[in-house]
Nanobody, 113 residues
Framework: QAQLVESGGGSVQAGGSLRLSCTGSRISDGNIIQWYRQAPGKQREVVAH???????YYVDDVKGRFTISRDNAKNTVFLQMNNLKPSDSAVYYCNKPFPHYNWGQGTQVTVSS
């Protein structure tokens, strides 16, 4: 059973925006929460992470376009994605670093040119 649930994906045109949410009681554990993405035929990769105190990390490809944030009171981590590119198309997942929680279904993001 998934311990974190992702939502907020959808289909947008290049340059558009989406806001993903990652919700679950395990957020209150206080661990780093990472957003990952997996495109067809590619390995799952880390996109960004946020610590319990709000410190953030982004891979170079999304710096300046994506913003990760955390609301511990609501057990939710957000990923605001702006200026989306077709190369951002993937299934997006959230989880803590290894050892991971059970993986959720993810949320599909599709960006058309």
């Amino acid at each position: 059973q998934a311990q974190l649930v992702e939502s907020g994906g959808g289909s947008v045109q290049a340059g558009g925006s989406l806001r993903l949410s990652c919700t679950g009681s395990r957020i209150s554990d206080g661990n780093i929460i990472q957003w990952y993405r997996q495109a067809p035929g590619k390995q799952r990769e880390v996109v960004a992470h946020v610590t319990n105190r709000g410190a953030t990390y982004y891979v170079d490809d999304v710096k300046g376009r994506f913003t990760i944030s955390r609301d511990n009171a609501k057990n939710t981590v957000f990923l605001q994605m702006n200026n989306l590119k077709p190369s951002d198309s993937a299934v997006y997942y959230c989880n803590k670093p290894f050892p991971h929680y059970n993986w959720g279904q993810g949320t599909q993001v599709t960006v058309s040119s």
